[in-house]
């Protein structure tokens, strides 16, 4: 499956719900989404149905995404019949980690290998500030319970955002003594911009990773652990798409930068988006989207086919540097 720029379509990326239990203010207002009726957003039977069709058409990875998708009914029930589509390779998931102590077991089970853990500041005032309700020590757990059992690899997904002073030393520091890979995002122009304080962006909050980069190297030459050095094809971790990745000498994971705005990936882009509320969002920039949920209910495989088909052909070149978008990020899918 490739789109009209020669680029094979092969990860689908699934978003369980706009809800979550944490309030992150780059992501969604302090009060939360509005809530959605019941039928507003799509069944765990009809991701299954969707899904399938899909992986017809060329999709051989699965994100699963939200909001926090382990708030969702029955993610686990649906990571379990996602497993047993032939053509599927690969299922991760995005989580804050939260409910990960609870669940990473039956998630385990159910056919989930990998996660990516979503947390942007080692300080635990800081924390409570960025999710406005959550603790860190509960994401610690969740992040240990995905290394007993078994996740692999275990990815840390940290934004930089200028406003908020982040150490990126000691996050760059996680992957010495544990298989943890650390990965710098770009605060990318999602939602309305509404500044660091708000539930929005501000450009002049965007760190391009290279200073991220010289900023690590720095602290880490003054303590002694030498510079990041760049890893070679075979120490990549799984499923390390976009990223750059470096590490620290004879440390045990690695340390990735993902440059969506300053270097941007746009030309391998491989990816089409899965809204809640059964949107195929094409690009994450990109405002234009398919309505599928119709042609899921009718029960018509054709009429699902056709409106993949119709996503790949708008699938644009790239983002053109396109700011703010009318949905914000946990209405997308992260």
């Not at 029930?77 to 032939?86: A, N």
């Not at 969740?142 to 996050?171: E, H, M, T």
């Amino acid at each position: 499956m490739k789109d009209n720029y020669g680029r094979r379509i092969d990860y689908l990326r699934i978003s369980l719900t706009d809800r979550c239990n944490l309030r992150c203010i780059y992501c969604m207002p302090e009060e939360g989404v509005p809530f959605r009726a019941h039928d507003s957003i799509l069944r765990i039977e009809e991701i299954v149905a969707f899904t399938q069709r899909a992986a017809k058409a060329g999709i051989h990875k699965i994100r699963l995404t939200g909001g926090e998708p382990l708030v969702r009914k029955g993610v686990v029930d649906l990571i379990r019949e996602i497993r047993k589509i032939p053509e599927i390779e690969d299922i991760s998931l995005t989580t804050n980690a939260i409910l990960l102590p609870k669940m990473a077991g039956v998630l385990r089970d159910a056919g989930l290998t990998r996660v990516n853990i979503s947390l942007d500041t080692l300080d635990p005032v800081q924390f409570t500030y960025i999710t406005r309700m959550g603790k860190i020590e509960d994401v610690f757990a969740g992040i240990q319970a995905a290394l007993d059992y078994g996740f692999d690899p275990v990815k840390i997904n940290a934004v930089a955002v200028r406003s908020l002073d982040q150490d990126f030393f000691a996050f760059a520091k996680l992957s010495l003594e544990k298989p943890l890979h650390v990965r710098f995002i770009e605060y990318m122009p999602v939602g309305k911009s509404t500044g660091g304080t708000g539930a929005g962006w501000t450009e002049a909050d965007i760190i391009p990773a290279n200073e991220i980069i010289e900023a690590i190297n720095r602290d880490a030459r003054k303590e002694g652990i030498g510079a990041l050095e760049p890893v070679t094809e075979g120490g990549l971790p799984a499923g390390s798409g976009p990223a750059i990745y470096y590490s620290f000498p004879e440390a045990q994971g690695t340390v990735g930068f993902i440059s969506a705005m300053s270097n941007h990936f746009c030309s391998s882009c491989n990816r089409l988006r899965l809204t809640a509320d059964g949107k195929i969002r094409p690009c994450l920039f990109s405002d234009e989207e398919i309505d599928v949920m119709a042609a899921i209910r009718s029960g018509s495989q054709e009429a699902v086919d056709l409106a993949i088909q119709q996503a790949i052909g708008i699938k644009p070149d790239e983002h053109h540097e396109e700011r703010s978008t009318v949905r914000r990020m946990s209405q997308i899918g992260g």
